[in-house]
């Protein structure tokens, strides 16, 4: 199981960093966070006019909205705050705003939990909806582990490739997975996570500073 970037794991791993203004230029800004220097765990944002990257130990992303991308990125920090987040993101939408993505990290992953979710709701609605025995049942939801979520840990081609191949008759009936299309099978990934509350965290301390 893939770990998940959490607020909490992140504020652990920064807990010791430091901020260092390079340039701060209007919209033009290098600040540096780091932790006595080291180059663990180390980030720059940068900014020019209309966009921000980011990089570094999570990887490089760049993103362009507004002039100035600091002011982009405050956007949602009252509304969750009063959700009780001390960091404020909102990784769809901050995700739309993507020039480029790191080839070392990435933006978005196959989620295998939810596929096998999605899959598993088809069983329970199937057996609900169809007229099944007790025998027939279990040897549905054998096939489905056999032929389907066995193969989840070999990447998303894999699986959906099972998922749409899948076909298991009883008497006339023939059971598949149809509208799969309808799902998103992807999430954010760790390091999109850690960069978005990077960047929450970031600029907070910034403007803290001024």
């Not at 340039?23 to 800004?29: H, I, K, L, T």
């Not at 070999?154 to 009883?170: K, L, P």
Request: overall charge negative; aromatic content about 16%.
């Amino acid at each position: 199981m893939t770990t998940k970037c959490t607020e909490e794991r992140f504020l652990r791993d920064i807990a010791q960093h430091k901020m260092h203004v390079l340039r701060d230029d209007g919209v033009n800004r290098h600040i540096r966070f780091t932790r006595d220097n080291s180059s663990s765990m180390r980030f720059d944002l940068i900014t020019w006019s209309g966009h921000l990257c980011y990089t570094g130990d999570m990887g490089t992303y760049v993103f362009s909205r507004v002039e100035d991308m600091f002011e982009f990125f405050r956007t949602d920090r009252e509304y969750n705050k009063r959700k009780g987040s001390e960091l404020s993101i909102n990784i769809g939408y901050w995700g739309e705003k993507l020039l480029s993505e790191s080839r070392f990290g990435g933006y978005r992953e196959f989620d295998p939990e939810y596929f096998a979710n999605v899959i598993r709701r088809y069983r329970i609605e199937w057996i609900r909806e169809k007229s099944i025995d007790k025998e027939q049942r279990r040897e549905l939801w054998e096939d489905i582990e056999h032929s389907v979520l066995s193969v989840i840990d070999d990447g998303s081609e894999r699986a959906s490739t099972a998922a749409y191949d899948f076909q298991h008759r009883v008497g006339s009936e023939t059971f598949r997975f149809t509208d799969l299309f309808d799902h998103d099978f992807t999430r954010a990934t760790f390091h999109f996570v850690w960069c978005c509350f990077a960047l929450a965290w970031g600029i907070r301390q910034y403007d803290d500073s001024k």
